[in-house]
């Protein structure tokens, strides 16, 4: 069976930098729901049309079809004073910020002084070229839940 619209789609993949530095090495495949659903990024849903279990390709997603720029606005410095005490700051960790309405923003710690930390609101790709590596492992006719939820269900998917 071909990749088209209404299929669900089993990849094998990998993720490199620019450098051939591996971002991530595709430890569980991808599935997804092919179609203009918005399930997986649509240059990679593009390269993917009309292909067949097998498959190999290469795609190169730049960070404006990924996950946006790297938005410097989103790169705050703040006392520690400011932050709870007893957190044991390291460069890398993932703190969680609370809006006023209760919504969630991750922070990454990017930079600590004695007096300051430096958080950065940013995913942690943004900005960045990012170069698949996929394979087509399987592909299937879409079940009508998956239709109407506009998603692939996996095996142990749950809402
Ligand atoms: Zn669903």
Not at 14 to 39: A, K, N, Q, S
Not at 102 to 110: A, I
């Amino acid at each position: 069976m071909k990749i088209g619209p209404n299929t669900v789609v089993t990849l094998a993949y990998r993720v490199t930098d620019p450098d051939g530095e591996l971002i991530d090495p595709g430890e569980r495949p991808i599935v997804y729901l092919h179609g203009g659903y918005d399930d997986i990024f649509p240059r990679i849903e593009q390269a993917l049309e009309g292909k067949e279990v097998g498959d190999s390709l290469r795609v190169t997603v730049d960070s404006a079809d990924g996950y946006g720029p790297h938005d410097e606005e989103k790169v705050i410095r703040v006392p520690r004073a400011a932050l709870p005490a007893g957190l044991d700051l390291e460069i890398g960790m993932l703190l969680v910020a609370e809006g006023p309405n209760g919504e969630q923003f991750p922070l990454r710690v990017v930079g600590l002084s004695s007096q300051e930390a430096t958080l950065d609101g940013n995913h942690p790709l943004a900005g960045q070229t990012l170069h698949f590596e996929v394979r087509v492992r399987e592909v299937r006719e879409a079940t009508e839940g998956e239709l109407e939820h506009g998603h692939a269900h996996p095996a142990g998917h749950e809402h």
